[in-house]
């Protein structure tokens, strides 16, 4: 079974507007990535946040962590056409580097 | 860019052949984990390699196996295929940080 779940499983929004997409977990973990995955391919890595960081920020992306109630945001602000993709958390609650993802939430950015 | 290659891109095979998927890592990346995402999934462990050895497996059954070289090259063997392994066969490779970066998968389909 797989640790994270993603809400929504769906998004659609204009471009321009904020994207926000939100994971929850189940055990405790060391910390938790967001990718993202255009069409089927590759994982892209978009940024990792530890267990005892609150909020990081990366250009357009911010992604917060509460630990209390094991759940991560991440929000896409100004969204564009590219940002057209499935976005996935990870935890290490695997083990170290022994990622277990969600079922990831499929964004459509329409123009 | 990753820096991580896989190949073939993709792959089809029919039930009861045997595979190999191969994974070329960052240099100076110890760990090579493979991932399969079935369609529409997010990505479930398979098993992890550090410096040539196995560290850590997921729920695959032992015809899932794997080597890792010295040249931070890795491959994923799968023997007698099912029509259950059609899947995106993903590898990453860890840095020390734990950032894991993928590669663009390798599409099997088993007829």
């Known amino acids: 079974s797989q640790q994270g779940e993603e809400d929504p499983q769906a998004l659609s929004i204009q471009e321009g507007e904020n994207a926000t997409m939100n994971c929850s977990y189940k055990?405790?973990?060391?910390?938790l990535q967001w990718y993202r995955q255009n069409s089927g391919r590759g994982l892209v890595h978009l940024i990792l946040?530890?267990?005892?960081?609150r909020e990081k920020h990366s250009g357009r992306l911010r992604v917060t962590l509460d630990t209390s109630k094991k759940s991560s945001s991440l929000l896409i602000t100004a969204s564009r056409a590219a940002d057209t993709a499935s976005y996935f958390c990870?935890?290490?609650?695997?083990?170290?580097?022994?990622?277990?993802f969600g079922q990831g939430t499929r964004l459509t950015i329409n123009p | 860019e990753t820096g991580v290659t896989q190949s073939p891109t993709h792959l089809i095979k029919t039930r009861g052949q045997q595979v190999t998927l191969r994974c070329s890592s960052q240099?100076?990346?110890?760990?090579v984990s493979w991932y399969q995402q079935a369609l529409g999934q997010g990505p479930q462990f398979i098993f992890q390699?550090?410096?040539?050895?196995?560290?850590g497996r997921g729920n695959f059954p032992p015809r899932f196996s794997g080597l890792q070289f010295p040249n931070y090259s890795s491959e994923l063997n799968v023997n007698a295929l099912e029509l259950d392994d059609s899947a995106l066969y993903l590898c990453?490779?860890?840095?020390?940080?734990?950032?894991?970066?993928f590669g663009p998968g390798t599409r099997l389909t088993v007829l």
């Open positions: 990870a935890t290490d609650a695997g083990g170290a580097q022994k990622l277990v």
């Open positions: 055990t405790s973990i060391n910390n």
């Open positions: 946040i530890r267990s005892n960081e």
């Open positions: 240099s100076g990346h110890n760990t």
């Open positions: 390699y550090y410096r040539e050895e196995e560290n």
């Open positions: 990453a490779s860890a840095s020390p940080e734990d950032t894991q970066y």
